[in-house]
């Protein structure tokens, strides 16, 4: 089984607020990812968990806060998002890190009003 | 230079042709290759990987890597048109996608 549940699918959000995206996995993967990916662009990564600890930041705005709470559990929570943060944000996890094959959820599109 | 150069203009095939997509990267460090196709609105789906130089071939699909050259490329043989996606190369040191090239096959 090589799936990667994300929620919700869709998401329409003020900017003013604040709410999370979360991904869930079982396959006993120990390295997640979020991705963001725009419109005909390819997916730029944004956050990398490693065995529960934050191993890769690519330097993304405190407005975006990533958590891991367990191995199979990833979040990512948002705040004061601009609506040029509108996109498609993608969870992924792979057995380890960096150099073995990763599956994406179906992500979740993300309007920001 | 950036990372992962893939071109990025569409690639039209007709149907039962072979296909055949490119990638180069820069890291000569980098050691683990993937390809992922996503259709539009869906997220990418991994159908290859490739670790070292040569060929691996899946069904119709064929990777080659070639570390000398930093390139890996993609065959798809016998094309269908539910082939028709864009396909993303992959390069992992440090989790990089390629711009990604859209695939027409025409039937």
């Known amino acids: 089984d090589t799936e990667v549940t994300q929620t919700p699918k869709h998401l329409v959000m003020g900017m003013t607020n604040k709410k999370s995206l979360k991904c869930e996995q079982h396959?006993?993967?120990?390295?997640m990812y979020w991705y963001k990916q725009k419109a005909k662009k390819p997916p730029e990564l944004m956050f990398v968990?490693?065995?529960?600890?934050?191993?890769i930041n690519e330097s993304v705005p405190s407005r975006f806060s990533p958590e891991c709470p367990n191995s199979s559990l990833l979040n990512l929570h948002l705040h004061a998002l601009q609506p040029e943060d509108s996109a498609l944000y993608l969870c992924?996890?792979?057995?380890?890190?960096?150099?073995?094959?990763?599956?994406f959820g179906q992500g979740t599109r993300l309007t920001v009003v | 230079q950036k990372e992962v150069e893939q071109n990025s203009g569409p690639l039209s095939v007709p149907e039962g042709a072979i296909a055949s997509l490119n990638c180069t990267y820069s890291?000569?460090?980098?050691?683990?290759f993937f390809w992922y196709r996503q259709y539009s609105g869906k997220s990418p789906e991994l159908i290859m990987s490739i670790y070292s130089n040569g060929d691996k071939e899946d069904g119709r699909f064929t990777a080659q890597l070639n570390k000398a050259s930093q390139y890996v490329s993609l065959l798809i043989r016998d094309s269908q048109p539910s082939d028709s996606a864009t396909y993303l190369c992959?390069?992992?040191?440090?989790?990089?996608f390629g711009i990604g090239r859209k695939l027409q096959v025409i039937p």
């Open positions: 992924a996890s792979s057995q380890e890190g960096g150099n073995t094959e990763a599956f």
């Open positions: 968990y490693s065995y529960e600890k934050l191993s």
């Open positions: 396959m006993g993967h120990r390295a």
């Open positions: 890291d000569r460090g980098s050691q683990s």
């Open positions: 992959a390069v992992y040191q440090k989790v990089t």
